[in-house]
């Protein structure tokens, strides 16, 4: 039995990155006996062992055999006879193909480190094809690294594309990668690429443009933020579309939303009157979910919004009420308590603009 560390974990190392997570391989044993040695099996539809110690897993090394379409029709040959090149071979790209022995030794017979230092995504085999959700890992790894992918590789994902066989991906693993390149240095190339290979118009139709997701980049690194940037183009019914498609969390979708609805009107808020500035700021709810607002007016920045500082100074002087006085006012009750509250704000919106000069 030989153990080896694999994939994302030593080309990392190479790079010079931390390393977070560690994926092992054993090879020229069995499930039986890495029961015995006090693993703890937990893959299903092959043999994946959790260390009884340091609960990392641990992979028997195994080849793989299309029996179907999409990313989950595969069999699984996990015999003891599967040497650890066979079993990197049935990796994406290069650079997650390498192992490291337990003497530090990298083994790299598909060249992920000349790739690597190339900076070149490239498939390992043509069995790259027979797995859709590959695509996206691709283009997430643009978004990481920004390397670019090799010309062989675009061409094999453009077939992948053409046969259908993206099509075939669940909402869920959609929006798993997409919500994880949205994280990465460079999201905008998680688009490029898909782009590319022409999968944007079958995954994103509604999206003509990510020039507003790299203006989001330096202001924020939540996903939901940066896809509200992103999103911030469509009209609300085609918006809604592809949140309905993916199954997005509310995050995002409340957060677009916003981003689509109120837009314009924040961008001339200038022109409301005192009454029509504390509606604007009820409807985007900034006296209750502040963190929200937030993450709004960091959205609407790098889409534009002029007038982001003013919005947030009204909030701020609306925000800045003695509430519980209000409510607490025994001559108040109900509707009257809400209707002092949104006078109070009239009240401080009318005395900034004062200040500030304006009628």
């Given at each position: 039995m ?5 994939g994302?974990a030593?080309?990392?190392q190479l790079?010079g ?8 391989v ?9 029961l015995?040695?006090g693993?703890?099996q937990v ?5 994946v062992?959790l260390?009884?110690?340091t ?8 080849t ?23 079993d ?6 290069t ?9 530090g030794?990298?083994?790299d017979p598909?060249?992920g ?6 900076k ?5 085999s043509?069995?790259f094809s ?6 996206l ?8 690294f920004?390397f670019t992918?090799?010309?062989?590789t675009?061409?094999?994902?453009k ?6 066989e993206?099509?075939t ?6 929006f ?6 949205l994280?990465?240095?460079f999201?905008?190339?998680?688009f490029?690429?898909?782009?590319a290979v ?6 994103f ?19 939901s ?6 999103t911030?183009?469509l009209s609300l019914d085609n ?8 199954r ?8 677009g939303?916003?981003v689509?609805?109120?837009f ?10 005192d009454?029509e500035?504390?509606?604007?700021l009820?409807?985007?709810?900034v ?16 889409c534009?919004l002029k ?19 209000i ?8 509707k009257?308590i ?10 401080v919106?009318?005395?900034?603009r004062s200040?500030r000069?304006n009628?």
């Amino acid at each position: 039995m030989k153990i080896y560390l694999v994939g994302g974990a030593v080309r990392d190392q190479l790079l010079g990155l931390p390393v977070n997570e560690k994926d092992w391989v054993v090879v020229g044993t069995t499930p039986e006996e890495m029961l015995r040695l006090g693993f703890k099996q937990v893959g299903k539809d092959f043999p994946v062992f959790l260390h009884p110690e340091t609960h990392e897993e641990y992979a028997l090394a195994r080849t793989e055999r299309k029996i179907g379409r999409g990313y989950t029709g595969f069999a699984f040959n996990t015999s003891p006879n599967v040497t650890l090149e066979d079993d990197l071979k049935r990796r994406d790209l290069t650079i997650n193909a390498m192992a490291e022995t337990p003497e530090g030794a990298i083994v790299d017979p598909y060249h992920g480190a000349s790739d690597l230092k190339n900076k070149i995504l490239r498939h390992v085999s043509p069995a790259f094809s027979e797995d859709p959700v590959r695509v996206l890992r691709v283009a997430r790894f643009a978004a990481r690294f920004r390397f670019t992918v090799a010309p062989d590789t675009i061409l094999l994902m453009k077939k992948m594309v053409e046969n259908g066989e993206v099509d075939t991906l669940v909402p869920e693993r959609v929006f798993k990668e997409l919500d994880r390149a949205l994280c990465e240095n460079f999201p905008e190339e998680f688009f490029n690429v898909l782009h590319a290979v022409r999968a944007d118009q079958v995954l994103f139709p509604e999206l003509q443009s990510w020039s507003a997701l790299e203006k989001a980049i330096p202001l924020s690194t939540k996903s939901s933020v940066r896809f509200a940037a992103l999103t911030a183009s469509l009209s609300l019914d085609n918006y809604l579309k592809l949140c309905n498609r993916y199954r997005l969390p509310t995050e995002y979708r409340e957060l677009g939303e916003m981003v689509i609805k109120y837009f314009e009107p924040c961008q001339h808020v200038e022109n409301l009157n005192d009454a029509e500035v504390v509606d604007l700021l009820v409807r985007l709810d900034v006296f209750r979910r502040e963190a929200r607002f937030q993450d709004f007016i960091v959205a609407c920045r790098a889409c534009g919004l002029k007038t982001a500082d003013t919005l947030q100074k009204y909030s701020e002087a609306a925000k800045n009420i003695d509430v519980k006085k209000i409510t607490e006012d025994k001559n108040l009750s109900g509707k009257a308590i809400s209707d002092k509250i949104f006078e109070k704000r009239m009240d401080v919106i009318a005395s900034l603009r004062s200040r500030r000069g304006n009628p």
